[in-house]
């Protein structure tokens, strides 16, 4: 049996595919691991969570963070994910010249009704191998927070559920309290 060797893409390679149009802005897909991966569409209730928490986390965080909504960020030369939210570093600039990178970035969330599954076990370990140390998937189903810590380089080596009676905080802001409930409608 002969091996097929896969083609990985690049994060430059891959904007030239968007400038070019070979990928148009209505196809909804990201780079992740060199690879163009189609996302899930959204339906209300994720749409409403992600509008939610994306609002809650800006007026809890305004004046030290900037919250980002379904925009990318760049975890490496090959990927270039669109979490539902990140929590990044104030930039001046808005991000004119770059996406986010690992070390501008506090926190990422994605919003799950479907995709709880990739979330867990495609979304979790990318993040983690880029060293992202707060990572929160919003089981909309569930109204739960799955919560990911310690990055490592098999995954995260600290994970929990809190339910919506909850609070948290983030590690990068300990003394801000973010109450679960708040992140759902």
């Known amino acids: ?20 149009g070979i990928i148009t802005a209505d196809e909804r897909v990201e780079l992740i691991d060199g690879q163009v991966i189609p996302m899930s ?22 004046e030290v963070a900037l919250v980002r909504v379904q925009d990318p960020i760049q975890l490496s030369q090959y ?13 001046a600039r808005k991000y004119i010249d770059h996406h986010p990178a690992p070390n501008e ?3 990422l969330i994605e919003v799950a009704d479907t995709t709880l599954d990739t979330d867990r076990k ?29 990055p490592g380089l098999e995954g995260y ?5 809190l339910q919506e009676d909850a ?3 983030l590690i990068a802001f300990p003394e801000i309290e973010v109450q679960i409930s708040q992140l759902f409608p």
């Open 1 to 20: 049996m002969t091996q097929t060797r896969v083609r990985l893409w690049n994060v430059d390679e891959y904007h030239r595919m968007l400038e070019t």
């Open 41 to 62: 569409a959204k339906n209300p209730p994720h749409a409403a969570t992600t509008l939610c928490a994306s609002d809650y986390l800006k007026r809890s965080l305004a």
């Open 79 to 91: 990927s270039e994910p669109e979490p539902d939210i990140a929590v990044v570093r104030i930039d």
């Open 105 to 107: 970035i506090f926190l």
């Open 122 to 150: 495609q979304k979790a370990p990318l993040y983690a191998n880029a060293g992202i140390a707060d990572y929160w998937i919003l089981d909309v189903n569930q109204r739960q927070v799955f919560v990911f810590r310690e």
């Open 157 to 161: 080596n600290q994970q929990f559920i």
């Open 167 to 169: 609070t948290l905080s």
